[in-house]
């Protein structure tokens, strides 16, 4: 089947952590007025649009994750009004932007969940939840074994109105976000109304959180194994019962109705963690959604072989579908890969890093992230990138724990520090108060003294820095259209994958030797060539056929 065509197919996608990337007012946390003045470094460095992690009114119990209200925007960030202005500016900079939909669950500060709170078992306002009895004859064992992804049990006990303890609510992550009810008609009607509420403002797409859980298997089954977010979902492996179901598919070709209803290609993203890549490609088949995250090409080991696997895999099971395959290294969830790439086990996915850890070669991880990403941008089909790495933004990963604000720190008693290494605030100057992320040294994570020399400023112009390898990268993408193109393999072996693409020939050298680039003109190189004009280690090289 041949691959649907349209801006997305090929774009490169920036997504943005409003609380980290730019603060207006120097209350140390980024908001929507901080983004529209920045939009023009995006515009200079050449994605093709933005995704905006969540900015809704919200507690903050998972840095916004946790949603209040679906239709308006938290004052820590701004208002509506600078939304509108923010998607404004980015049309006029040639950007489109995508907003953050987290249908899973809602705040437990949500007018509904309130209302299910005092309301009586049985009643509409708790159908719109997961509500269970107890087991046992006092109902004080949980309903099943269901663990959170952030630590320890997915359910929690509610004392009723009289005082007596009652029902248990289901929360797959934290206490403060309730798992909603989708077989219940009244939640899938709330959210194609929100869905037009955003595409009526002029948004261009949605990328869905946890796009995989929305359906639980009925029976609520026990589930054995360990409750992480992509246990069970390997080929060899049952489905795990609160993922990956296959009800999910019916609310998505529904949502795609809506956004085909408006002019304009409006684009649905599935942040879906499921393998193998057959089960993802699901996802995206002409009905439904546009893209999906590939996180198994993020997990992948860098060596050859691995890296061949998961491109060949992917291409092969997007395309059965007739979708673009959408390529991701780094996000606000996993290790930042300049980090992750340079740990001594390659592959995996380890919840944070912190003080007292074993702790990442930073020359290698960077070296290897630029390598990595040449070859992700000569791919065809979409990519992400999150934001700072185009700086060559490393884990904080010595962040002092008391500043940890991931529920992972504390629901797992200390045991994993979760995400919050990724999450630093961004720096643009190098001798400005909080590197320029905001008019005063404020900061809702510390900054790391070390990133005066990653700044914007330090890199701007200056050939070979990361900030201007990714420009250059970007640019070249664009003119000779690597997103729209077919890759054609020349080598696969143990040490080096080469391919062509668009009239281009890619080589990544992974072994420990240099070796000849391809014959033709060298456009661009992750790292300079050696002496004797050969390919170093970990480095990817574009090369226009002779």
Known sequence: MGVAHGWWTEAVIYQIYPRSFADSDGDGIGDLPGITARLGHLAELGVDAVWLSPFYPSPQADAGYDVADYRDVDPLFGSLADADALIAEARAKGLKVIVDLVPNHTSSAHRWFRAAVTAAPGSPERARYVFRDGLGPDGATPPNDWQSVFGGPAWTRLVEPDGRPGQWYLHLFDTAQPDLNWDNPEIRAEFLDVLRFWLDRGVDGFRVDVAHGLIKQADLANWEEPQEILSGN???????????QDGVHEIYRDWRQVLDSYDGARILVAE?????????????????MHQAFNFEYLLAAWTAPAQY????????ATDAVGAPTTWVLSNHDVIRHASRMGLSAQGGRPNGIGIGDPQPDAALGLRRARAATLLMLALPGSAYLFQGEELGLPEHTTLPDEARQDPTWERSGHTQRGRDGCRVPIPWEADAPSYGFGPTDASWLPQPPLWAEYALDRQQGVAGSTYETYRTALRLRREHGLGRGTLEWLSSGDETLIFRNAGLTVLTNFGTAAVPPPAGELLHSSAPLD????????????????
């Open 234 to 244: 390997e080929a060899d492996k049952p489905r795990p019962p609160m993922w990956d």
């Open 272 to 288: 879906a963690w499921v393998e193998p890549a057959e089960r993802i490609a699901r996802y995206v088949r002409p009905d439904e």
């Open 309 to 316: 696997a998961v491109i060949t895999r992917s291409l092969e």
């Open 531 to 546: 002496a004797d004009g050969r390919v170093p280690t970990d480095v990817t090289v574009w090369v226009r056929h002779s």
